[in-house]
């Protein structure tokens, strides 16, 4: 399928090539309803600063013009001509003659590290990673009796081991979306997956769109590839369609990333309506669409899914990428995209740079796994909603200001804090034995300082103990607010 071209916006004065518009009905809808807070320049003006640190706004997004945005909310030009001004004051707005006005953060704030590091003797919430399933000792077992049918080859399977493909496009089948096992390419995982994609699909300087707050290791790949980064926001209350559909009219972006089964970290379920909708402005702005599922399997609350976003697809633009990771275990390094025959090829072709093919055993055992798949997702469901209430209560009780998520499924809470201390919690955190994740980790340009993301994935004695913790740690960062960031993360 060959990308439009010649469709790029074109550069625009102001905050730079990369400036984004957003118009007053957007704007406004965004805002909300007319506030109540006097005086009404400061109300529109903090809530537009709210929308830029937490990412809802990206930064770089130029404003609509004062009239267009005074017409939408129902208010005088002067209003927000006052409110522009609170904002530029307090640097979250910077304006120029002929140019127009966009949002900008009021410091910088450097990348933080990984959340993905593991310090023993820590209680780590920073790592969204639950333990090996029920039988996989068993599984394992199997596959090297089975191994012994495999040695007198090669070993090498670069589309994936026959009778693995056949279980996952089963699997689809079963999920209501007709598949074949020559659309499925097996890959080391489902970050293999993500930047092999990447890398064959887009080109340094094309756009490439993805939500903010996201997965942050699918951001880096974006940004190797020397693409221009564009975001848009997600809450748990899930996307507005509306500015979503905006952004692929605005950038016309080469592809997108989506994670939108459980999205991390935010655990919002994208439905029916809203993946028809995707998938036709992917084919109007002629994107390519990374879809992620690795947690599509881990629904906790009972109630029908919806189909996968590949339904919707005519014409081959919806790559979808899943692994038995989260689902399984991690230490199973097997993962894979599912998309045309021809694509396959492509993506089999361009693997050849890195590696060769995946392991046979790890291959095998997750083969055995996937034919027990429904007890499986059964007992995960039991232990996840178990710990995922548990983490609730315990927040609850101790940091009853605190407002996490309640994610229908998914292994984490996006937390939102009253302050946003999130990477100076995050330091003070560590100190105290336990490891959370700070919500510019999951953002692409350092907002996300309001929110903490929170990994379940452990016992309920084991997360009180982590949110007896926090709470020392919160307190901690309360009292010494200008603390320095140091490494987060060990």
Not at 75 to 96: G, I, P
Not at 339 to 363: E, N, S
Not at 464 to 489: C, F, I, K, S
Request: hydrophobic share 40%; glycine share 8%; aromatic share 6%.
């Amino acid at each position: 399928m060959a990308r439009q071209s010649g469709r790029r916006p074109s550069e625009r004065a102001g905050g730079g090539s990369g400036t984004r518009r957003i118009n007053g009905r957007l704007l406004a809808r965004l805002i909300g309803e007319a506030p109540v807070e006097r005086p009404y320049y400061l109300a529109i003006a903090r809530a537009v600063s709210a929308l830029v640190l937490d990412g809802r706004v990206p930064t770089n997004t130029r404003l609509p013009a004062e009239r267009d945005l005074a017409g939408a909310l129902g208010v005088s030009r002067n209003t927000v001509t006052a409110a522009y001004a609170w904002l530029r004051d307090n640097r979250f707005l910077e304006s120029r003659q002929g140019a127009g006005s966009w949002t900008v953060l009021p410091d910088a704030v450097t990348s933080e590290p990984s959340p993905f590091g593991h310090a023993s003797e820590h209680i780590d919430l920073g790592v969204a990673a639950p333990p090996a399933v029920e039988g996989l000792r068993a599984a394992a077992g199997q596959a090297a009796e089975q191994l012994s049918a495999h040695v007198s080859g090669l070993g090498y399977y670069p589309y994936g081991l026959p009778e693995l493909r056949h279980a996952i496009a089963r699997r689809y089948v079963e999920r209501g979306l007709p598949t074949t096992p020559e659309q499925i390419f097996v890959t080391n995982g489902a970050q293999q997956g993500i930047a092999l994609i990447m890398d064959l699909l887009v080109q340094p300087g094309d756009e490439v769109l993805v939500e903010s707050p996201t997965y942050p290791h699918a951001l880096d790949a974006a940004r190797r590839t020397g693409a221009r980064v564009r975001t848009v926001g997600v809450t748990p209350q899930g996307w507005d369609m509306d500015y979503l559909s905006d952004a692929f009219r605005q950038w016309r972006p080469a592809l997108a990333y989506l994670i939108p089964d459980f999205q991390n970290p935010t655990g919002a379920l994208m439905d029916d309506d809203e993946r028809r909708v995707l998938v036709r402005e992917a084919r109007r702005a002629g994107s390519h669409l990374i879809v992620d599922e690795s947690v599509c399997e881990l629904a906790i609350d009972s109630g029908d899914l919806p189909a996968p976003v590949a339904a919707h697809d005519t014409d081959g633009r919806v790559l979808t990428v899943g692994s038995v990771a989260k689902l399984l275990w991690g230490g199973l390094r097997v993962g894979w995209v599912r998309t045309t025959p021809p694509m396959v090829a492509r993506l089999m072709a361009a693997r050849q740079r890195f590696d060769l093919a995946g392991a046979v055993l790890d291959q095998l055992t997750a083969t055995h796994l996937l034919a027990d798949v429904l007890r499986i997702r059964a007992e995960r469901s039991r232990q996840l909603r178990r710990n995922r209430d548990a983490l609730l209560h315990a927040l609850r009780e101790r940091l009853p200001d605190w407002r996490p998520s309640v994610p229908g499924g998914g292994l984490v809470l996006w937390t939102t804090l009253p302050h946003p201390v999130a990477s100076a919690l995050a330091a003070a955190a560590v100190r105290h034995g336990v490891h959370p994740a700070a919500g510019p980790v999951f953002g692409a340009d350092g907002t996300l300082e309001r929110y903490l993301r929170l990994a379940y994935t452990q016992p309920p004695d084991v997360l009180a103990d982590a949110v007896e913790r926090l709470a020392a740690a919160y307190n901690e960062t309360l009292a010494h607010p200008l603390q320095p960031r140091g490494q987060l993360y060990v």
